[in-house]
């Protein structure tokens, strides 16, 4: 039987005092992972060698305690310490396989130092250090207290850690990692289908079936829009821009619940009624650099992508990424003929081998086809012997290198 790893989030409720002692814990776990950050870069300024994790741990945590700049660090839990480290030593290590091409998709920059004013604060507890769900539905923390949590559903089995996270908005809320066994299933389907992730619809399936975002979430983006504008022609550091950057923070939280709510709808049915689901794997934030940058991000592809690919593990689906290094838009469906290039603009067109297409939909055949391929179902290419596919895994040059470890929105799964 598969384990998954599923999270589980809540708002929580800290009093003020609480509020201050997680301001502390914030504090105390972005010095520990700025000081080792600085501390492996002059390393490498210095030509010297790579600084092992326990090392690092050692120097930055251990022994920073004893002297009297860093000894506060002892007033925050331990573990919190250690997993700031260990969030550094993560991404150290997605930018090295990044480096070395042992880790696909988009290219993955060093990490950087955290800031007070980063839009997220976040700290992490694991089991070790004794977090505990109270009989009275309060989640006790090591050195914060007892805080009230909003529980809008129960926990399928004993989490294995939790992270307290603090969003621009001001809201507080514990993510909860669960170990939960493979058991729920749904019953198998036959249909297979191929998700091309457009910019006029949010989604367009190889079925034919277009999905556009809804209208309530257009019109929140405008209203958003407009709040921004607001705060760009307030006075730096004035108290009218402080109210208004906290508006703008409530809207943007708003937003992406509302929009994480309707993709989890969408994402269900679309692993409900498809045994095997594939998606190109774009580089998002390369796109949103582009002038297409407001509605790449809008339609958040990355975590609707994200969604199906934990749902299907979950319910036993088959999900894969298609890697996007072969001309989906432009190759015929029908007969594998790459034709010319097409602007934006063009939303239908016609093969010389006598097929018409709609451009989304003919994309979406192609990444179904791709997926099958890669998946060593060889059902698509005996349909359409002319299409050969890159290989996964293809040594070719990505064109969105330049892409930052942004993320597109900072919205977790569940
Ligand atoms: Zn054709």
Redesign the pocket.
Known sequence: MTVVQLRYQFRVYPTPRQQIELARAFGCARVVFNDGLRLRRQAREAGEKYISDGELSRQIITEAKLTPQRAWLGEVSAVVLQQALADLNTAYRNFFASVTGNRKGRKIAPPRLRSRKDNRQAIRFTRNSRFKVLDNGRLRLPKIGDLAVRWSRTLPSDPSSVAIIKDAAGRYFASFVVQASQDETLPPVDSEIGIDLGLTHFAVMSDGTKITAPKFLRRAARKLKRLQQDLSRKQRGSQNRKKAVVKVARAHARVADTRRDWQHKLSTAIIRENQAIYVEDLCVVGLGRTRLATSVHDACWASFTAMLEYKAARYRRTFGRVDRFFPSTRM?S??G?INEKMALNVRAWD???G?AHDRDVNAALNVLAAGQADNGNDRGAQVRPGLVPAPRGEAVTHPDAACSTRSVEGISAL
Do not use: E, S
């Open positions: 015929c029908q007969c003929r093969c010389p081998c097929a």
